[in-house]
């Protein structure tokens, strides 16, 4: 296998972790679409017994998934969520987790309404400043659990610092980089024990696969989280292991895109007068603006904005857009707009929604790649019936 440590990252999207198959030669890797593998005698096989437990197409996504980020293992599964059930599977009862305050909603869902049955304990914590985990961390805390830029407002954790304290305290940290992707933040460089993706957003960003993925430099960490991915069984099929390699492809070519498009209209909406604020970690007016640009390669295609209206306004608003589609999720090339308080943080209780500044006139934007003034031309059209 080629030496990768040297290679761009926009060499490893099309290149880590590949080779030609070696029967046929074929440049993209077959999907092996298949359950189980024949053995020439009891034991006796080619390293591959059983899908779940290995599959090739699958091998040639984690490998590439890994180099992305700089890491020794990677490994894939069937969605973002069960990548984050999976490492919670290394904890037991009585252990304690403490996460970021604004969270992603499907992963508090899972904290809040499946594990604490299990005997997990968890506090939330507002981490921009990283000060505040020191009241927060437990003798049974076992992991820290950052997302950064956060969802929906953006905010920015200083992984840096967060890991010192995490550590400190014996936890692991892990960061989910759903939002940014490899080619914006790569997360084990400043001391992040594992990285967690939805590969349903950015990195397929293609909107036609649910997928997840956890990458980590610590050897001991990937055999207990292999022998999880095995154990519990929440893998990805062949064919969508194949699609997400194919759309990783271009993830720098669709980034550079997203980000600038995103640049253009967050500066747009800032200037526009029915927008009260816009969080967008690229303006100089964001609070985290300085750690996003030394903690980030770049900043992004999620836009969100605060509407001057209230919730009639902003539904006309919203059911006025042309281009951008009405729908949950982001990361794919068409542009997507949304209500958290309505859609995405329907399951945050509407105190902890008003606590995180989750209101009623609140939209996020996924910014595609479509031409910038066909998408500005839409949201102008679209404020004006406000
Ligand atoms: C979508 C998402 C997830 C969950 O991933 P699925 O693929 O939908 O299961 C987790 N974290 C973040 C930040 C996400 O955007």
């Given at each position: 296998m080629r030496d990768e440590t040297n290679l761009h990252i926009e060499t490893l999207t099309i290149h880590g972790g590949q080779s030609p198959e070696p029967t046929t030669g074929a440049v993209m890797p077959p999907i092996f679409q298949t359950s189980t593998y024949a053995q020439r005698a009891p034991g006796e096989h080619k390293g591959y017994e059983y899908s779940r437990t290995d599959n090739p197409t699958r091998h040639k996504l984690e490998a590439n998934l890994a180099s992305l980020d700089g890491a020794r293992y990677g490994l894939a599964f069937a969605s973002g969520m069960a990548a984050i059930t999976t490492i919670m599977m290394l904890l037991r009862e009585g252990d304690h987790v403490v996460a970021m305050d604004d969270l992603y909603g499907g992963t508090v869902r899972l904290f809040e309404q499946v594990l604490r049955q299990f005997g997990l304990d968890f506090t939330y914590v507002d981490m921009t400043n990283p000060d505040n985990l020191d009241a927060a961390l437990q003798p049974n805390t076992r992991i820290v659990w950052v997302e950064t830029p956060t969802n929906p407002l953006l905010k920015i954790v200083d992984l840096a610092a967060v890991t010192a304290k995490a550590h400190a305290a014996g936890a692991l940290v892990v960061c989910d980089n759903?939002?940014?992707?490899?080619?914006?933040?790569?997360?084990?460089?400043?001391?992040?024990?594992?990285?967690?993706?939805?590969?349903?957003?950015?990195?397929?960003?293609?909107?036609?696969?649910?997928?997840?993925?956890?990458?980590?430099?610590?050897?001991?960490?990937?055999?207990?989280?292999?022998?999880?991915?095995?154990?519990?069984?929440?893998?990805?099929?062949?064919?969508?292991?194949?699609?997400?390699?194919?759309?990783?492809?271009?993830?720098?070519?669709?980034?550079?895109?997203?980000?600038?498009?995103?640049?253009?209209?967050?500066?747009?909406l800032e200037a526009h007068p029915k927008v009260r604020r816009v969080y967008y970690p690229g303006l100089p007016s964001h609070p985290q603006h300085e750690l996003a640009v030394r903690q980030q390669r770049g900043f992004g295609g999620m836009v969100t904005a605060l509407l001057d209206t209230d919730l009639e306004g902003t539904r006309r608003f919203l059911s006025a857009v042309r281009l951008f589609t009405l729908a949950e999720s982001l990361g794919g090339v068409e542009s997507l707009i949304e209500h958290p308080a309505i859609m995405t943080h329907a399951s945050l209780p509407p105190e902890r929604r008003a606590a995180l500044g989750i209101g009623d006139s609140l939209v996020r934007l996924s910014i595609g790649i479509e031409h910038v003034d066909d998408l500005i031309a839409d949201l102008e059209q679209a404020l004006a019936t406000i």
């Open positions: 759903t939002f940014l992707s490899p080619y914006f933040q790569r997360p084990l460089e400043f001391g992040v024990d594992m990285v967690l993706y939805s590969t349903t957003k950015y990195l397929n960003g293609h909107s036609d696969v649910v997928g997840g993925a956890i990458v980590t430099n610590h050897e001991d960490l990937f055999q207990r989280l292999k022998f999880l991915q095995n154990a519990v069984g929440a893998v990805p099929g062949p064919m969508d292991c194949w699609l997400t390699l194919r759309g990783i492809k271009t993830l720098h070519v669709r980034m550079d895109r997203h980000q600038a498009n995103a640049m253009r209209i967050a500066e747009w």
